[in-house]
Structures are given as C-alpha cells and as structure tokens.
C-alpha cells in the first residue's frame, strides 16, 4: 500500500504563488507516474500536471501551463507543485496521486493511489 502525504496548502491573494508538497511513503518510485489532479466545488476532478519519476519528464493541463512546475526530488522521496500566478479559478482541492505506468497519463482512472487532499484558495 503507497500513502501519499500532501502538505502546502492555503490562502493565497491573487497572483501570488504556492508550492504543494508530496510525500510517498517508503519505498522508492522509479516505475511510477507522479500528478497532480483538482476539484472545484461542483466540478469533476481534473488532471493538472504529471511527471514521471524514473526521467523526469512532464506534461501539463493547457490551463495552468507557464504558470505551475512539477518536480520530483530523489533525496527527499518528494513531488512538488510549485503555483505561481494564482488565479481564483485555481481554488479547488489538490490531490496528489500516482501511477504503476511507463509513460504518463492524464486519465484519473489510470492512477492507483491518492493522497487526502489540500485546499487552495486564491482570493480575488
């Protein structure tokens, strides 16, 4: 069983910035895909950006590109969600979630394990 431990979320005034944090528990990752997916109040669940642990590459929603950066940290066992230029259509719930896949994926379905969430709120 992956536990996902989430952390860094808040309150934030608009275009003001956040870093999400992501921690999996123990084991290492290497055959994993890493993303981060959100919910608005009365909205799906939508895929924001993903990256694959083992190379390093990403890929992100249309709606959040040049602004928000995925990263993974081998060190520290880590992916962060780093959020610059924060929008109030950014409010939602974060979660963390990963993936026994080879290459990476948008589909919420394909992803094994998922974090609590966090709450972000970009005041307007």
């Known amino acids: 069983q992956v536990q996902l431990i989430e952390s860094g979320g808040g309150l934030v005034q608009a275009g003001g910035s956040l870093r999400l944090s992501c921690a999996p528990s123990?084991?290492?990752?290497?055959?994993?895909?890493f993303g981060w997916f959100r919910q608005a109040p009365g909205k799906e669940r939508e895929f924001v950006a993903a990256?694959?642990?083992?190379?390093?590459?990403?890929y992100y929603a249309d709606s959040v590109k040049g602004r928000f950066t995925i990263s993974r940290d081998n060190a520290r066992n880590t992916v962060y969600l780093q959020m610059n230029s924060l929008k109030s259509e950014d409010t939602a719930v974060y979660y963390c979630?990963?993936?026994?896949?080879?290459?990476?994926?948008?589909?919420?379905?394909?992803?094994?394990?998922w974090g609590q969430g966090t709450q972000v709120t970009v005041s307007s």
């Open positions: 979630a990963a993936a026994r896949a080879a290459y990476i994926t948008t589909n919420l379905l394909n992803y094994d394990y």
């Open positions: 123990g084991r290492t990752y290497t055959t994993y895909v």
């Open positions: 990256v694959r642990w083992s190379a390093g590459n990403t």
